[in-house]
């Protein structure tokens, strides 16, 4: 079955599935597995003040990390493997844009952090010092200037700093299906267009 055909509650089901399942999953070089990094990064949007779609963003940033749990016709398998570009593909279907773009540009807000903010670099993780050199380094000046054009500029750069704040070891935060209820309701609101 086409995935992009599913009823909501299918791919509640599968977001679930993945999330429990494999959120043990160690987090790329950091100290926090990858469910403890969702569950930060969303705790901070929460207590930060933002709007469920915006917690559901900063939950679910980093989705496309995923990409073998997704059948074919959500992610064109072969033409790219970066996980911002294949998150965006996966959830585009189903969230409001501000989900999706936040997924889709939390990498490169991180190049224009460190184009634009020069105390940005130094609070980086060590993993994300890496990643930054494979991911094209600090943004020109031109990149910048396009950039800055994207209307949700502003959100996109907020969820970047909770994803920069969600790497706390031990750091208490409520259970992941506290936010897959956030995620089901965002999903449904989105789809009776509301
Ligand atoms: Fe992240």
Known sequence: MSTQTQEPTQVIALLKDILLRRGNESY???????SEHMLQSAWIAERAGESPSVIVAALLHDVGHYTSEFDEDYLDIGVDNLHEVA????????????????????VDAKRYLCAVEPDYFSGLSEASVQSLALQGGPMSKEEVKAFEQ???????VRVRRYDDGGKVPGRRTPEMKY????????????QRGA
């Open 87 to 106: 998150g965006e593909k996966i959830l585009k279907f189903w969230f409001p844009p501000e989900v999706c773009e936040v997924v889709r540009w939390h």
């Open 179 to 190: 936010y897959l209820s956030m995620v089901e309701s965002v999903l449904e609101q989105y």
């Open 28 to 34: 790329l070089g950091e100290a926090v597995t990858m």
């Open 150 to 156: 994207n209307p949700w500029l502003d959100t996109i």
